[in-house]
């Protein structure tokens, strides 16, 4: 959150603690993984620390109100391309996982997600079965 004062412009950050449970650690490898190849782009948690059982990482806003999600669709199509480029799969983009911030869009939660040319990980209780490209194009009209 930027915030303007008279003589300052203060920057205002919040991160986010993710501890996982102990049977998730695969989830924490794979979410390490892909938020250190994401880093070079702007649509991502920043990753800030790494423990053996918990990440720590930018705090990226809310969830994007539904009569909003309409002009998000630009940054939505932005982030598939990245993704695409950086060859991996978000796998669980349900609507929960865009948040927003200052008009900013951000995809989160990479716990479940796969990377080109390897397996994909089986994931227990997944809820749907749609592709990233499919999510965007339900959410994002
Ligand atoms: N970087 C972030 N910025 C803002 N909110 C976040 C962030 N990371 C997580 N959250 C909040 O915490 C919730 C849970 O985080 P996340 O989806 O990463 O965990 P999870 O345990 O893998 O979730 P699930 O298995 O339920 O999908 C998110 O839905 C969101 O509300
Ligand atoms: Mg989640």
């Known amino acids: 959150m930027i915030r303007k004062g008279r003589r300052a412009i203060i920057e205002i950050s919040e991160k986010v603690k993710k501890i996982y449970r102990a049977v998730y650690i695969d989830d924490l490898k794979r979410e390490v993984r892909a938020l250190k190849i994401l880093s070079k782009y702007n ?3 920043k990753l800030l620390e790494v423990g053996d059982n918990y990440i720590v990482i930018s705090y990226d806003g809310k969830i994007v109100n539904k009569k909003d999600r309409g002009n998000y669709k630009n940054q939505a199509l932005e ?4 993704l695409e480029e950086a060859g991996i799969e978000h796998r669980d983009a349900e609507s929960v996982h ?3 911030i200052n008009g900013k ?5 990479f716990g479940a997600c796969s990377f080109r040319g390897e397996d994909v990980p089986k994931i227990r209780k ?3 079965k749609m592709t990233d490209r499919e ?3 339900v ?3």
């Open 126 to 128: 997944f809820k749907y």
């Open 98 to 100: 865009w948040r927003e």
């Open 135 to 137: 999510w965007v194009d």
């Open 79 to 82: 982030i598939l391309s990245e």
């Open 105 to 109: 869009l951000y995809l989160i939660d």
């Open 43 to 45: 649509h991502f948690p």
């Open 139 to 141: 959410l994002f009209k």
